[in-house]
């Protein structure tokens, strides 16, 4: 098992995949705007609209799959610790701020993953453990 959460790795990615993305977003509205233009380009006809809806929608889950919220490296996180988690470690352990860590305890518990601790030893932060 790892000892760390790479939330190096964790940003890198999701970083990678929002450009990714862009690109193909951007690529694929330039070959559909570029149907019949002046500039020559081996995509003209069908091929520019078949070329340029897939780099569409695959512009579109690589942008989704970077902006959606990260709940599997959560889930991870939690299991790699074995004990309860508080929202200050999600924060410093994967990065992120606040509100996607509250964001990310909610789904955890309505997914059924996390309860909230019977016996809080923390009086600042609220234990979250995981459902055995």
Known sequence: MRDDFNWAGFHLRRKAFKLAGLIMIFAGLYTLLDLMGEIPTPFRGSRAVVVGLALLVFGLVALYHGYKLPVEEALELVHHKG???????????????????????????????????????????????PVK
């Not at 992120?96 to 030893?121: E, H, W």
């Open 83 to 129: 004990r309860g988690i508080t929202e200050s470690e999600i924060v410093h352990d994967m990065r992120v701020d606040r509100l996607t860590a509250q964001r990310l305890i909610a789904a955890l518990i309505a997914k059924g993953f996390l309860r909230r601790a019977a016996d809080q030893s923390s009086a600042t932060d609220e234990v979250f453990e």
